[in-house]
């Protein structure tokens, strides 16, 4: 089992930065990807980043590359998401969730490939 808590949202004005992070409770984490999720007002729940188990790889949807990184410290089982040069549509709803397998090499992108799901923690860009 993986129990998963986010931090680090607020509201922010755009062209800002933030910082999110995940910790993680469980023996488990250091051998799970780890994916962030947003989902804003009216919309499906989209991937935004992933992490492989090692760190070694990570996957960016294409509207935040460049912009944000996400990295982890399997030592403190904690991930994290920067986010850089904010924009109002970055504004949802952002969850951490780890992946329902142990090491898998290609990191996951859909939803249904994690098990554990944190609570959630709000992002807000205003203009």
């Known amino acids: 089992q993986v129990q998963l808590v986010e931090s680090g949202g607020g509201l922010v004005q755009a062209g800002s930065s933030l910082r999110l992070s995940c910790a993680a409770s469980g023996r488990t984490f250091s051998s799970r990807a780890m994916g962030w999720f947003r989902q804003a007002p009216g919309k499906e729940r989209e991937l935004v980043a992933v992490?492989?188990?090692?760190?070694?790889?990570?996957y960016y949807t294409d509207s935040v590359k460049g912009r944000f990184t996400t990295s982890r410290d399997n030592a403190k089982n904690a991930v994290y998401l920067q986010m850089n040069s904010l924009k109002p549509e970055d504004t949802a709803i952002y969850y951490c969730?780890?992946?329902?397998?142990?090491?898998?090499?290609?990191?996951?992108?859909?939803?249904?490939?994690?098990?554990?799901w944190g609570q959630g923690t709000q992002v807000t860009v205003s203009s």
């Open positions: 992490i492989n188990w090692s760190g070694s790889s990570t």
């Open positions: 969730a780890a992946d329902s397998m142990y090491l898998r090499v290609v990191v996951p992108t859909t939803p249904n490939a994690y098990a554990y």
